[in-house]
């Protein structure tokens, strides 16, 4: 059946997905519900369950101008109430944690950046540590400064107040290696705990609060008894403790249960794992088997930055380096949450499932993400061992590529859904640019890389490890030196016997997928092309370069169709839509466009992303498609052509309807109704034409009816009248209508916006009219007095 094919003409944004945590301050609000996570100057509230819509409190800072107001830091109250923010400005602001607004802020006097903000355990005191190596106390009711601790040295790291409200107690760590106690209210320093020899990140009371664990980046943790100041074990980890968090006894940890009478405390480091230690005994009762968070790549380097314990749900949140929050049921330790907080760059975006519920996002990581469209809830999959660069999919298969010179081939299932790696390829000897998945059969997929290979790998149909333990290998078919340098794409057919590669060397190529033969070579970019594609109907490729030019070229006699050129800088990505009658490009300039092929214009552009456009993926129906590139931005746009359409004939049909009530209503000489629908289809000549009527007919109302006008209306007719203004034979009526809305301007009833633009245009034209009527009226006058000179002789005469 022919059915024809109705071209896109506009898309619009349906959802812009940005980055909500980009490294610094993180909290976890006291019903587990909601993340508190640091983002470029601004604090970003964001729901466990679902990140459509981050809350943002604080100013947005631009490249373009600094912010006085950027965040530095904050904290979060006990009961989740109140939210106190230092700023650069060196202000302290206290925010209604409900509805966002702020309640108080006060000017601090540290010298120098805020460091740190903590809320006592009753809510009724905050401590904030500065740059200056001072800490100071405030009232939040008052917003007066209760008093200054001194002693620490270099910035402060990490401030915790004495569980126990009563003993006024305040833990603080500067630069040095040194942990210290002051009694707030005398302000005195009463405990001094030295035995660290590196930067101490983490500290943490038992429940009977009679001791305390500290972690260092000295790789040991300690268990110091808080009153004789005494360290009762030290422990070698082997790793930099970024954050140590002790565990409540009975609880139940990954079947563990954790005893009484005994401190355990769960840290987090560089080796990406939570462990659990047993204090006193000095042995870990529980690790990590299925961490999400890779190992630091180099020593001292950072993994787990962070780790909470939510009491009230038994959960517990650790956040990598990454900006990845994953949080983690207790009792079996299953990842149950995972949210990614900022994506880096996006170098590539693919659609799975049978009705694109899920997308796969390859960023500047070695793992790849995949979220649900639904809710955008975040699935990392482990498995490369550097940066993915590539995806593709079917519908039973992912495939992806990487600087570590290996592909992966994934199978997924879907509700819920599920992902295991089948099969890897390892016969590249460089970084693997780009990899396709054969359309019709699902039997073979290609390879290209930056070794100047392309290579076709078989699928099987069972995969069977040549060794126990290892991943199966996927076998390499064909191999062919392809081009002269770097290849950056590989594009199989829709029927699967050809695959076209595109490279650096200006040149794109056509082959045989059966033996790798040379079908045709298309020259004629004059700079290195990033993609090449098929037309999904016709016997066409499509090839786009950093010669700011998309091309098509016919399979046939491989000659070049036609050259479309509107982007001002390299074109990255193309897609075709609308059965191959229209294309999708994005640029470097963070541009997209809309192409007709039919008519080689571009229909629409869009400008959204601040930054170049690496990938894109369209929709099986193309009712939507995403767009992600340098800026860390997931922008999903949807087509709203139809309703476009429907939209204007909607305001065409009411047009046309107010139109012949104007007629009906002039043709009945009711003018003062006429004038208002007039204006609503903001017609000046048939308001002139009114206007003048009223003039001749001498009808009165006019004023009462200008009165009754909405201000926009009144404004419209204040154009109009300057319209007329300008024509010396429309002068009466200009000034009428004039002198009427400047009464009520004077009234009060018509506020105009550029007034002085308006009068700039029509007192030139007024002044000359008022010039022209002086000269009649002086004339009239030189006629009445001729008249009368005449008289006498006229009666002599008779």
């Avoid at 047009?655 to 003018?671: A, G, H, I, P, V």
Wanted: with cysteine; net charge neutral.
């Amino acid at each position: 059946m022919n059915t024809k094919v109705k071209l896109k003409e506009v898309y619009e944004v349906k959802q812009q997905y940005k980055a909500f945590y980009t490294g610094g301050t993180i909290v976890w609000k006291p019903d587990a519900r909601q993340f508190l996570c640091q983002n470029n100057g601004t604090i970003s509230i964001v729901s466990i369950d679902n990140l459509q819509e981050p809350v943002t409190l604080g100013e947005q800072q631009t490249d373009s101008e600094i912010s006085e107001d950027v965040i530095y830091t904050f904290a979060i109250g006990n009961t989740g109430k109140s939210i106190v923010s230092g700023h650069r400005s060196g202000l302290l602001k206290l925010w209604d944690g409900e509805t966002h607004n702020v309640q108080k802020m006060w000017k601090t006097v540290h010298q120098g950046p805020i460091s740190r903000l903590v809320f006592n355990p009753t809510d009724s005191c905050i401590a904030s540590g500065g740059a200056d190596s001072t800490i100071r106390l405030w009232d939040p009711t008052e917003q007066v400064c209760l008093g200054t601790l001194r002693g620490s040295e270099g910035l402060i790291n990490v401030i915790v107040f004495h569980p126990d409200t009563d003993s006024k107690i305040v833990v603080a760590v500067g630069d040095d290696t040194k942990i210290r106690a002051w009694n707030y209210e005398s302000r005195k320093l009463i405990k001094t705990f030295e035995g660290h020899f590196s930067r101490v990140t983490g500290i943490s009371f038992s429940e009977d609060r009679t001791h305390l664990v500290s972690s260092g980046r000295d790789k040991i943790l300690i268990l110091w008894n808080f009153e004789t100041q005494q360290a009762v074990k030290t422990i070698p980890v082997y790793e930099s403790i970024e954050s140590v968090v002790v565990l409540p006894a009975g609880l139940n940890i990954g079947g563990i249960k954790l005893k009484k009478g005994k401190v355990y405390a769960a840290c987090g480091g560089e080796d990406g794992l939570v462990k659990v230690w047993e204090m006193t005994g000095a042995k870990i009762i529980y690790k990590q088997s299925n961490s999400l968070v890779a190992k630091a790549s180099e020593e001292g380097g950072l993994s787990i930055t962070n780790l909470f314990y939510s009491k009230s749900v038994g959960r517990m949140a650790v956040v990598s380096a990454d900006h990845n929050i994953l949080v983690h049921e207790c009792e079996t330790f299953e990842c149950v949450h995972q949210l990614s907080g900022f994506s880096d760059e996006i170098l590539d975006l693919i659609l799975l499932g049978k009705r694109d519920q899920y997308i796969a996002m390859a960023t500047n990581s070695n793992d790849f993400k995949v979220y649900d469209v639904n809710t955008m809830n975040c699935q990392l999959v482990k498995g490369h061992t550097d940066i993915v660069l590539s995806l593709c999919a079917n519908d039973r298969y992912l495939l992806s590529s990487s600087k570590d010179n290996s592909i992966r081939l994934w199978s997924f299932g879907e509700e819920p859904f599920t992902i295991n790696c089948v099969a890897i390829g390892l016969k590249h000897t460089n970084t693997v640019g780009s990899v396709t998945l054969s359309k019709h059969g699902g039997n073979f997929c290609a390879s290209v890389s930056q070794d100047r290979c392309l290579k076709t790998w078989k699928i099987p149909k069972t995969f069977t490890a040549e060794e126990e333990g290892e991943l199966p290998r996927l076998q390499c078919t064909l191999t062919e030196l392809a081009h002269e340098k770097d290849i950056n794409c590989v594009c199989i057919s829709p029927n699967d016997r050809l695959i076209a590669t595109g490279s650096q060397d200006k040149t794109a190529k056509l082959w045989d997928a059966s033996d790798l033969s040379v079908v045709g070579v298309f020259r004629g970019h004059t700079r290195g092309i990033w993609a090449v594609r098929f037309s999904p109907v016709d016997q066409i490729l499509l090839t786009n370069a950093a010669d700011c030019s998309i091309k098509l070229w016919s399979l046939e006699d491989m000659t070049c169709l036609k050259t479309l050129e509107g982007h001002d800088s390299s074109v990255l990505r193309v897609e075709f839509i609308s059965h191959g009658m229209q294309l999708l490009s994005a640029g470097a300039d963070g541009l997209l466009k809309l192409w007709s092929i039919k008519t080689s214009e571009c229909v629409q552009t869009l400008d959204r992303h601040d930054n170049r456009i690496w990938a894109l993926c369209v929709t099986r129906d193309e009712s939507v498609f995403y767009s992600g590139g340098s800026d860390s931005q997931l922008i999903q746009w949807h087509d709203v052509t139809e309703s476009k359409r429907q939209l204007e004939l909607d305001q065409r049909k009411e047009t046309l309807l107010q139109e012949q009530e104007l007629n009906n209503l002039l043709s009945e000489r009711k003018l003062l109704k006429a004038l208002r629908i007039s204006l609503n289809l903001d017609r000046p000549l048939s308001t002139l034409k009114i206007v003048n009527e009223v003039i001749k007919t001498k009808e009165q109302g006019l004023e009462d009816t200008v009165r009754k006008l909405s201000n926009d209306h009144k404004e419209r007719l204040l154009r109009h009248a300057i319209e007329w203004n300008t024509n010396s034979k429309n002068c009466r009526p200009a000034q009428l209508a004039l002198n009427v809305l400047l009464q009520e301007m004077l009234a009060g009833r018509f506020q105009v916006s550029e007034l002085n633009k308006h009068l700039e245009a029509s007192l030139p034209y007024t002044e000359r009219h008022f010039k022209r009527l002086t000269e009649y009226m002086k004339d009239l006058k030189f006629v009445e007095y001729s008249l009368r000179c005449m008289q006498p002789h006229a009666a002599k005469m008779d």
